[in-house]
């Protein structure tokens, strides 16, 4: 059986998903057969292993940092929210109904041995597996049906490092509040705190450290900093809080996208953020929208109730005015449905709603079956005229996550829908069929493909053409930017500041 350490923390976004793969990254540099896992994750940022199935894009995301393809055992529950009370759940890669939030204390029954059966799987192929938790042990009224924190701990025997944002203030009290609450058995497997997110000299914090062990028994095993120029992909939808990134210059093209209330892989246009000559901008409302070169609508969970935000927010208005003046627009996967006419959903897999009328932009229908389209793809352009123009016989490598399939029809505005993105394989298997549409001139483009932008050359040629369009010419820097080197950037940061050898003994015990 694999050594194994779990990575806890003291609430939601204090940096465990980040910690977990820098832990993936050390152990694969010094040589060991590492796997990452979380029993349960909720989150709408999805992917796809190889194989078709659907994860966390967390445990994607530290898979690739521990140098392997990701399988569904990384990561064998995950809860796609649909309503402040309602998720889509998601077992072993596959839909299966949907879970209430009156129901989280009955899950445990249900689905505990998928859990623990994926967990003893990845134990018995890897070295070392590195667990993370969700949210906080400590939430003391959902510990009866606890399937992803102290239980697994306890399962495995794994000791916990327990991590805790300094940035967000408390972290002591946190740290302190979180182990005083949790039973003996489960406080004696926590090995160490790490603090997150420190800014500043650390021999400023050291009476703090050695106050909290004095009070817990617990050592200090690591002081992360707070970095701006590492980048490893968000779990939640926090980075689209963010108001506006990039240069914002008069010759910058002006990139806008929706917030929408379910947004989800939102992480779908950090290739957009990395290029100087783009200024992103992520809009929660009309007056946030502006006179942007490209409008962008992401992907969502629940398609019709997010067009419905649209339109009592007084975005889809703006958004009509801005695509009867030429505005450029973009919609992935939902967001290509919003862009649509008819949205049907016959047997209420997303909404009770029936059928809507979508935005009525891009002469595409939209109908909900049963099927659930989960695949890595590759897309060729097929049609390069507008945002794709130079880009025809490109091929790119994506994934597809969806509920619906989409098809060009007649309107009675006499517009056609070209198949702009056709697929050419899912899951390694040869395939063929429309997976994006555009309008009759290009400027309007949909696309099922998320993980268009992380091609260069495809979203060099949509830049470049948007930029043509006001007679600018982009000045490209160099392609640097490595994922593979991000995970070594941030390996070393790891292991520069965490106490490693502590780490292994924890480990070895």
Known sequence: MSKIIMVQGTGSSVGKSVLVSALCRIFLQDGLRVAPFKAQNMSLNAGVTPDGLEIGRAQVVQAEAAGIDPTVDMNPILLKPEADHRSQLVVM????GTLDSKDYPNRKARLWGVVTSALDRLRAEYDVVVVEGAGSPAEINLRQGDIVN??????????????GDIDKGGVFASLYGTVSLLADRERALVGGFVINKFRGDVTLLEPGLRQIEGLTAIPVVGVLPYFHDIYVPEEDAASAAQVSVGRGDSDSVKVVVIVLPHIANFDDFDPLAREGCVELTYAR???????PDLLIIPGTKTTADDL????RSGMAETIANLASSGTALMGVCGGMQMLGGA??????LESSLGTVLGLDLLPVATRFGEEKRTNRVIAEVTDGRGLLEGAQGVRFDAYEIHMGETQAVSDAKHRKAAPAITVRSRSGESA????????????VLGSY???IFANTRVRRLILENLARRSGRTLRFEDETFSQEGEFDKLADLARANLDMDAIRTMMTK
């Open 93 to 96: 890669g596959h839909p299966d």
């Open 150 to 163: 102290m239980e697994v701990a306890l399962h495995a025997k794994s000791p916990v490092l327990l991590i």
């Open 285 to 291: 409302d009309a007056s946030q929208i502006g006179q």
């Open 308 to 311: 419905a935000h649209l339109r």
């Open 343 to 348: 949205i049907s959903d016959p047997t209420g």
């Open 432 to 443: 063929v069929g429309a997976i994006g549409y555009s309008s009759e001139d290009g400027w």
């Open 449 to 451: 493909t998320h993980g």
